[in-house]
């Protein structure tokens, strides 16, 4: 959902910063990489320490790169396989750091192994929901469906709850509920989008395999 409206907004307010950034000749790849450093510093630093608002500061700053990097491409006529690999191997980094983080916190200091469990989830989930879609299309399938809680709206409502859950520290009462919350609402909703791929792509498949037989099938019929 976030991908479909949001992406297209923040595209044309990025274009004027990936612009500059041609102009001062640093390459696409280069964005990449220091963007995904940044949110695993972020997320590995502050958030196991319970610094949640100063490490969500630092993992927004971050993580529009993903969004300036493809930006610097198109306006180079530069897009790449190879730029798409890098791009989407290194956001599953940067998921695993951000999730990675809650459960180091959840296992320490936070001392709730249920939470704990939850972050683990998230994490693990988020990378199977990426990985149907790209197998499924690895095997010619196109996996039309567009899921309840992919990506954009895992980092959106984790670091938008953790930001605000960080506000405690500063005598904000109550409103660290808000991250576990979050938690909760991303591991069932990547439990729903899981399911939503798998069924999809068992329909597609199923699919192309009787379109495949039918093909294949001796056409009836006498020669005149």
């Avoid at 890098?86 to 709730?112: C, E, H, K, N, P």
């Avoid at 988020?126 to 790209?134: I, N, P």
């Avoid at 960080?166 to 009462?173: D, I, M, R």
């Amino acid at each position: 959902m976030l991908n479909k409206y949001a992406r297209a907004f923040f595209t044309r307010v990025l274009t004027p910063f990936a612009a500059f950034l041609i102009r001062r000749g640093v390459s696409p790849d280069t964005v990449t990489l220091i963007g995904t450093a940044g949110v695993m510093a972020g997320a590995l630093v502050f958030f196991p320490r319970g610094e949640f608002f100063w490490g969500t500061v630092v993992i927004t700053l971050f993580v529009f790169s993903d969004l300036v990097d493809g930006n610097m491409a198109r306006q180079m006529g530069r897009s790449s396989r190879w730029g798409a690999f890098l791009d989407s191997t290194l956001d599953r980094v940067a998921d695993g750091a951000i999730f990675g983080g809650f459960a180091l916190w959840y296992a320490g200091s936070g001392d709730d192994n249920i939470l704990c469990a939850v972050s683990i989830f998230c994490l693990a989930s988020g990378q199977v929901v990426s990985y149907t879609k790209a197998r499924g299309e690895a095997i010619g399938l196109p996996v039309a469906v567009n899921g309840l809680v992919e990506r954009a709206e895992r980092l959106v409502i984790s670091l938008v709850a953790a930001g605000f859950a960080g506000l405690h520290k500063f005598g904000v009462p109550g409103i660290d509920v808000l991250l576990p919350v979050a938690l909760w609402i991303v591991a069932v909703g990547s439990l729903v989008t899981l399911v939503q791929r798998v069924v999809t792509v068992r329909r597609e498949a199923a699919e192309a395999d009787a379109e495949a037989a039918r093909q294949d099938m001796p056409q009836s019929g006498t020669a005149s």
